[in-house]
């Protein structure tokens, strides 16, 4: 299992479609629209490494409104 926190960046007046979509995605544990930068944070929980690249490349950075993404995987200490 691979988790990870996805920033997001969308452009003004879209985080509230941009919520809703992503909270769809079973992938997507939590999502929460912040102020500042970044303007959305998703927690997610995949499979493997390969499911979260196509996560964020597929699902993520195809919506519409969002601009980039900045990806940090969770690492056991």
Known sequence: MVEAYVFVHIRP???KKIVHELSELPEVASV???WGRPDIIAFVKVA???KLR???LQRFHRAE???ATDTHIVVEL
Do not use: F, S
Request: aromatic content about 6%.
């Open 13 to 15: 007046g879209w985080a």
């Open 65 to 67: 409104g969002i601009e």
């Open 32 to 34: 929460h629209a912040c």
């Open 54 to 56: 196509e996560l964020v």
């Open 48 to 50: 493997d490494l390969k």
